[in-house]
């Protein structure tokens, strides 16, 4: 697409994530995004629900568009993009007496700094290594700016729920999470991405996934029970 700005994907895959699934099938999303609308997309959701995944994907497939190779998906619409930053995972660099947090700062820094409204941004977690309303406050301005300052396209995933309610105040920015479904104490992740925001995260019963201790998890259950009741 050398004459607009939309990016348009219909049933993308991750190539790599794909070619590794032995006895599942691999659940393909679409993607949506332009300089206008459609600049941002907040993606909530449980850890291990393809959150990450969704976002590599997109990245892959405009980088593969770009050096003219094949794409994996049923169709791409691909704008031309100057850079794709990406803020991802997390890393400290004691030799430099760089905490995770400050090198996630520094990153993000350089993708603000770097950044233009042709640019693909990929952001994962931003803010999570400090205090919690530090952390949110950082995350919310930073997507202020980047939606109505530099105007890139942009995936966003976070467990700040409360950054869902940008899409009502800011033009450009709309909620995407992804589905599960409940099974008593359980959940089946579903890997589709859908419009709206999650309303909680899931972690307890992930941690569960993992093989945290019954004991641990019951324990859990009541602080989170405990601590909604003091915010209410």
Same mark, same amino acid.
């Given at each position: 697409?050398?004459?607009?700005?939309?990016?348009?994907?219909?049933?993308?895959?991750?190539?790599?994530?794909?070619?590794?699934?032995?006895?599942?099938? %691999?659940?393909?999303?679409?993607?949506?995004?332009?300089?206008?609308?459609?600049?941002?997309?907040?993606?909530?959701?449980?850890?291990?629900?393809? =959150?990450?995944? %969704?976002?590599?994907?997109?990245?892959?497939?405009?980088?593969?568009?770009?050096?003219?190779?094949?794409?994996?998906? =049923?169709?791409?619409?691909?704008?031309?993009?100057?850079?794709?930053?990406?803020?991802?995972?997390?890393?400290?660099?004691?030799?430099?007496?760089?905490?995770? %947090?400050?090198?996630?700062?520094?990153?993000?820094?350089?993708?603000?700094?770097?950044?233009?409204?042709?640019?693909?941004?990929?952001?994962?977690?931003?803010?999570?290594?400090?205090?919690?309303?530090?952390?949110?406050?950082?995350?919310?301005?930073?997507?202020?700016?980047?939606?109505?300052?530099?105007?890139?396209?942009?995936?966003?995933?976070?467990?700040?729920?409360?950054?869902?309610?940008?899409?009502?105040?800011?033009?450009?920015?709309?909620?995407?999470?992804?589905?599960?479904?409940?099974?008593?104490?359980?959940?089946? %992740?579903?890997? =589709?991405?859908?419009?709206?925001?999650?309303?909680?995260?899931?972690?307890?019963?992930?941690?569960?996934?993992?093989?945290?201790?019954?004991?641990?998890?019951?324990?859990?259950?009541?602080?989170?029970?405990?601590?909604?009741?003091?915010?209410?």
């Amino acid at each position: 697409n050398t004459h607009g700005t939309e990016l348009k994907i219909t049933e993308g895959r991750h190539p790599v994530v794909e070619k590794f699934l032995k006895n599942d099938v %691999f659940v393909t999303n679409d993607t949506c995004l332009d300089t206008n609308e459609n600049r941002t997309m907040i993606i909530t959701g449980p850890n291990m629900a393809g =959150k990450s995944t %969704f976002m590599r994907q997109v990245a892959l497939i405009v980088l593969m568009t770009h050096i003219g190779s094949f794409v994996p998906a =049923k169709s791409a619409l691909v704008p031309i993009v100057d850079k794709i930053f990406t803020r991802v995972g997390a890393n400290d660099d004691l030799t430099l007496n760089q905490s995770t %947090f400050m090198v996630e700062m520094v990153e993000i820094a350089a993708i603000m700094n770097g950044a233009t409204s042709k640019s693909l941004i990929l952001l994962d977690e931003v803010g999570r290594g400090t205090a919690t309303f530090d952390g949110l406050s950082i995350a919310w301005a930073i997507m202020e700016h980047i939606t109505e300052k530099i105007r890139a396209k942009t995936l966003f995933a976070t467990h700040y729920h409360e950054l869902t309610e940008l899409e009502g105040m800011i033009s450009g920015v709309n909620n995407y999470c992804i589905a599960v479904k409940e099974q008593g104490d359980n959940i089946v %992740f579903l890997r =589709k991405i859908i419009q709206g925001g999650a309303d909680k995260s899931y972690g307890i019963q992930v941690a569960k996934l993992a093989g945290v201790p019954d004991l641990v998890i019951s324990r859990a259950k009541e602080i989170v029970e405990e601590l909604s009741d003091e915010d209410i």
